[in-house]
Nanobody, 130 residues
Framework: EVQLQASGGGLVQSGGSLRLSCAAS????????IAWFRQVPGKEREGVSC????????YYPASVLGRFTVSSDNAKNTVYLQMNSLKPEDTAVYYC???????????????????????WGQGTLVTVSS
């Protein structure tokens, strides 16, 4: 069974850190670009990172640039999202998605690129208290 499993969410104080994991099973994610999205009820889904497998580049929107970092462990078929200096506005459900695409530089386009022929994880809740 093809599956993406997002985990690592939790409750953290403002200024703290969390590391989310996106583990792939049932397929080898080495060729797949991985994007992380987050969503708050009533708000639009926001892309927070895109890791491009083709050249190893990572892209971030201004809202998280310098605070969030993507890394991968091919041996574990897992991509990580390290989140530092967390703010209350980072509170959301975080999802990872995998697709055979190249990451557009504009984060507003990631949702479209990862909407077809992609795999999605179930989401993990991150809560940042003030």
């Amino acid at each position: 069974e093809v599956q993406l499993q997002a985990s690592g969410g939790g409750l953290v104080q403002s200024g703290g850190s969390l590391r989310l994991s996106c583990a792939a099973s049932g397929f080898t994610s080495d060729d797949y670009s991985i994007a992380w999205f987050r969503q708050v009820p009533g708000k639009e889904r926001e892309g927070v990172s895109c890791f491009d497998r083709a050249d190893g580049s990572s892209y971030y929107p201004a809202s998280v640039l310098g605070r969030f970092t993507v890394s991968s462990d091919n041996a574990k078929n897992t991509v990580y999202l390290q989140m530092n200096s967390l703010k209350p506005e980072d509170t959301a459900v975080y999802y990872c998605a995998a697709a055979l695409v190249s990451c557009p530089i504009q984060s507003s386009r990631w949702g479209t690129y990862f909407s077809h022929g992609s795999y999605w994880g179930q989401g993990t809740l991150v809560t940042v208290s003030s």
